[in-house]
Nanobody, 125 residues
Framework: QVQLVESGGGSVQAGGSLRLTCAAS????????MAWFRQVPGKEREGVAI???????AYPNSVRGRFTISQDNAKNTLYLQMNSLKPEDTAMYYC???????????????????WGQGTQVTVSS
């Protein structure tokens, strides 16, 4: 059974940094895509970073150069380093794991179907 638990969210001023952590169980990183998504009320969930089984990464233009996704296979932990944060980065951030059979959310060529509970990030101007 896949379990994902995020932590590290909080409130920061614009220009600040946060590092999100996702502790995972039931997932083999080397065989699966992992990603971070974010969502604000009234809007669709959007992908902000993806890493695949070969450790290739990808980001949308909105965060490229500011966010970095990484993983520690030994600790089964996924990270999202967020620098130069902007007020528009304010959202609930979710860790996601690939579910190639039942996943209903497509991002970066992978299907995601396992989600954490989310961690709130608030950036003030």
């Amino acid at each position: 059974q896949v379990q994902l638990v995020e932590s590290g969210g909080g409130s920061v001023q614009a220009g600040g940094s946060l590092r999100l952590t996702c502790a995972a169980s039931g997932v083999t990183y080397s065989r699966h895509c992992m990603a971070w998504f974010r969502q604000v009320p009234g809007k669709e969930r959007e992908g902000v970073a993806i890493i695949d089984g070969t450790s290739r990464t990808a980001y949308p233009n909105s965060v490229r150069g500011r966010f970095t996704i990484s993983q520690d296979n030994a600790k089964n932990t996924l990270y999202l380093q967020m620098n130069s944060l902007k007020p528009e980065d304010t959202a609930m951030y979710y860790c996601a794991a690939e579910d190639s059979v039942y996943g209903r959310t497509w991002y970066g060529g992978c299907r995601f179907g396992f989600w954490g509970q989310g961690t709130q990030v608030t950036v003030s101007s």
